[in-house]
T-cell receptor, first 114, second 112 residues
Framework: GEDVEQSLFLSVREGDSSVINCTYT??????LYWYKQEPGAGLQLLTY?????DMKQDQRLTVLLNKKDKHLSLRIADTQTGDSAIYFC??????????????FGKGTKLSVIP | SQTIHQWPATLVQPVGSPLSLECTVE??????LYWYRQAAGRGLQLLFY??????ISSEVPQNLSASRPQDRQFILSSKKLLLSDSGFYLC???????????FGQGTRLTVV
């Protein structure tokens, strides 16, 4: 079955770069996503990348995709205290029933130290 | 623009009582709709998804059911809540044109 793995915790100092890593198993993944969840809130879509792309940059966010290794990363440049949250990796794949589904990792809790 | 509404934001219900959580989407048509539960371990568990009116697929056997009476309305229900139904319930939608999936703000359900 489909599986998405992330490390559970990451601590960085304010101003440093954060790199959150994710691995997935489904080679038929079409899109891969990064979501941010602040305490008590829903998931906010940060960015996504199509599976035939290697990199996508959006302001302070850089997504790198290594499709061969099924490895996705999110780099946050100049990390701020407001970036403290849980970050979820997710992949979209076509099921045997012909529908598209999202599978999420368990989330990485990013703590930014002032 | 597309928006998703989910309510209530918090709910405390006694064991054995019924449940109805509602999710509606605006600004799009024929979205794929999802219900997820996020338990204490932080992972998201897919409960139900729907590709159209009256079309519901269940991912895990449980005490819950879902219905989609209208194109942009998705309802999560239970006839009798269990303590184990406590959690954070999230509704999400995915458009067919853009490959973006958006979430509601969630409902914190506590069964006592």
């Amino acid at each position: 079955g489909e599986d998405v793995e992330q490390s559970l915790f990451l601590s960085v100092r304010e101003g440093d770069s954060s790199v959150i890593n994710c691995t997935y198993t489904d080679s038929s993944s079409t899109y891969l996503y990064w979501y941010k969840q602040e305490p008590g809130a829903g998931l906010q879509l940060l960015t996504y990348i199509f599976s035939n792309m290697d990199m996508k940059q959006d302001q302070r966010l850089t997504v790198l995709l290594n499709k061969k290794d099924k490895h996705l990363s999110l780099r946050i440049a100049d990390t701020q205290t407001g970036d403290s949250a849980i970050y979820f990796c997710a992949e979209l794949h076509l099921t045997g029933a012909g529908s598209y589904q999202l599978t999420f990792g368990k989330g990485t809790k990013l703590s930014v130290i002032p | 623009s597309q928006t998703i509404h989910q309510w209530p934001a918090t709910l405390v219900q006694p064991v054995g009582s019924p449940l109805s959580l509602e999710c509606t989407v605006e600004g799009t048509s024929n979205p794929n709709l999802y219900w997820y539960r996020q338990a204490a371990g932080r992972g998201l568990q897919l409960l139900f998804y729907s590709v159209g009116i009256g079309q519901i697929s269940s991912e895990v056997p449980q005490n819950l059911s879902a219905s989609r009476p209208q194109d942009r309305q998705f309802i999560l229900s239970s006839k009798k809540l269990l303590l184990s139904d406590s959690g954070f319930y999230l509704c999400a939608w995915r458009g067919l044109v853009k490959w973006e999936a958006f979430f509601g703000q969630g409902t914190r359900l506590t069964v006592v």
